[in-house]
């Protein structure tokens, strides 16, 4: 776990065509290098947490402490806030589907044209080592005939001495011929299969940047979405009833708080539950008690997402924890995102306590890793998958080995990058590029292909 702070020449029909070919893969690898992800900055009012949405969290703080409004109106509030955050969620996967969709168009383009130059490469050999068969038979039937010239003017005497040189030249020619045909068919096997060579090794790697943007795509879609979840910690830690909880637990508050972190979770289905905790690390309040009912009452003090978050310094700052299951939400996957309870719900006031809410982490990964844009063909000899900083995987599209298999990257320092194992299969990654205030915690995507 760790504590994340925000930051402010010849004219050859062939050639043409191979180069045809290598200009558009030159400008996809180029963009695949070049390719940063787009990040939209909030409108006013847009975005979550108490930073990006103050004038929601004022407006939250209003319904609690001064207007005494009615609970629908501050469920309208919630809503409001879920729509906001479902439209940035569609916007950021709108933008970087686009992008995909795009990089993917122009490889298959590439691809259908490398097809063609590897079809056209197949036919000028067997052309040319069928012309190449008809000279070389023509060159021996030519050495026969000069032979048997030989052998009649020898039988002639000094009458057939003169026919006796024109066959000696034929027989010359005849040579000449065949040295020249084998020579040419020769230069001409290299050449194709130089070029073969180069335009397999052209659409391998733009199949292979290809799975290094799949696996860009991937990786980032969850850090966005997980950014939103260190914004939701922080705005729901300065509730009124949450801080109520936390300054006077009783078991007036403690019922109070209990009910609006269920009025949140029933908005953001995308959590398991919602702890506050005291300072000492017993839960105090949960938001889901019917469901979890043995919650309310648990040390959690040794936890290390409750030591990090015990911590923190500031309202403003959070703890993102790395994927575990959690025994007492039923042995389930979550990613823990905690911050401090601080009163009056003000980032520089004394800590209170700590309060920790659970995303439920299977569901919203595997969608993830198994919407990856692959084709048909693709799909069934591909494992998608995201790794933590550790290698450790955390989510997979085949659904294998999930948080027990560390998986042997070489990534050799690069951030982002492809290779061939010994077994021939490609393997793409890319490195978390964090989204917003949220660096990420070096998790990547992965790409692991068995070749067609």
């Known amino acids: 776990?760790?504590?994340?702070?925000?930051?402010?020449?010849?004219?050859?029909?062939?050639?043409?065509?191979?180069?045809?070919?290598k200009t558009p893969l030159d400008k996809i690898n180029a963009r695949f290098v070049g390719y940063a992800p787009s990040s939209r900055q909030p409108a006013a009012g847009e975005g979550l947490g108490p930073i990006a949405h103050a004038s929601a969290c004022s407006a939250d703080k209003n319904i609690n402490r001064n207007t005494g409004l009615p609970r629908r109106h501050d469920r309208?509030?919630?809503?409001?806030?879920?729509?906001?955050?479902?439209?940035?969620?569609?916007?950021?996967?709108?933008?970087?589907?686009?992008?995909i969709q795009r990089s993917w168009d122009d490889v298959m383009s590439s691809l259908k044209l490398a097809d063609v130059v590897g079809a056209s490469a197949h036919a000028l050999r067997s052309n040319a080592t069928s012309n190449l068969g008809l000279i070389q038979s023509i060159a021996n039937r030519m050495r026969l005939l000069a032979l048997n010239a030989l052998i009649e003017a020898a039988h002639a005497g000094e009458k057939g001495a003169g026919f006796s040189v024109v066959a000696q030249e034929v027989r010359t020619v005849s040579a000449e011929v065949e040295s020249l045909a084998a020579a040419l068919g020769q230069g001409l096997s290299t050449g194709v299969d130089d070029l073969t060579r180069a335009v397999e090794q052209l659409a391998s790697e733009a199949r292979a940047n290809r799975c290094v943007d799949l696996a860009l795509n991937a990786v980032e879609l969850i850090d966005r979405n997980l950014y939103e979840r260190t914004c939701d910690v922080r705005w729901w830690?300065?509730?009124?009833?949450?801080?109520?909880?936390?300054?006077?637990?009783?078991?007036?508050?403690?019922?109070?708080?209990?009910?609006?972190?269920?009025?949140?979770?029933?908005?953001?289905?995308?959590?398991?539950?919602?702890?506050?905790?005291?300072?000492?690390?017993?839960?105090?309040?949960?938001?889901?008690?019917?469901?979890?009912?043995?919650?309310?009452?648990?040390?959690?003090?040794?936890?290390?997402?409750f030591r990090e978050a015990a911590a923190l310094r500031s309202g403003d700052a959070f703890t993102a924890a790395d994927v575990r299951t959690e025994p007492h939400l039923g042995g389930a996957q979550v990613a823990t995102y905690c911050a401090s309870v601080r009163s009056d719900g003000r980032s520089d006031a004394p800590a209170l306590g700590v309060l920790a809410i659970h995303f439920d982490w299977q569901p919203q990964a595997q969608a993830i890793v198994q919407g990856v844009r692959l084709e048909a063909g693709e799909k069934d000899r591909t494992r998608v998958m995201l790794l933590d900083a550790r290698n450790r995987v955390i989510a997979c599209s085949r659904g294998e080995s999930v948080l027990s298999e560390t998986y042997p990257l070489r990534t050799e320092g690069r951030a982002q990058g492809h290779y061939r194992t010994d077994q021939g299969r490609l393997v793409a990654f890319h490195d978390t590029p964090g989204y917003e205030t949220y660096r990420g915690l070096g998790w990547r995507g992965v790409i692991e292909q068995r070749l067609a």
């Open 1 to 21: 776990m760790i504590e994340i702070k925000p930051m402010n020449g010849i004219k050859n029909p062939f050639i043409n065509r191979f180069n045809r070919l």
């Open 237 to 305: 830690a300065t509730d009124a009833a949450v801080v109520a909880c936390a300054e006077q637990p009783t078991q007036a508050t403690a019922a109070h708080a209990s009910e609006r972190l269920g009025v949140i979770l029933s908005a953001y289905t995308v959590y398991l539950d919602l702890w506050l905790c005291d300072l000492r690390g017993r839960v105090i309040a949960n938001g889901r008690p019917d469901t979890y009912p043995g919650v309310v009452g648990t040390e959690v003090g040794a936890e290390p997402w």
């Open 76 to 99: 309208r509030v919630m809503d409001g806030a879920r729509a906001r955050d479902n439209q940035n969620d569609r916007d950021g996967n709108a933008v970087n589907g686009a992008c």
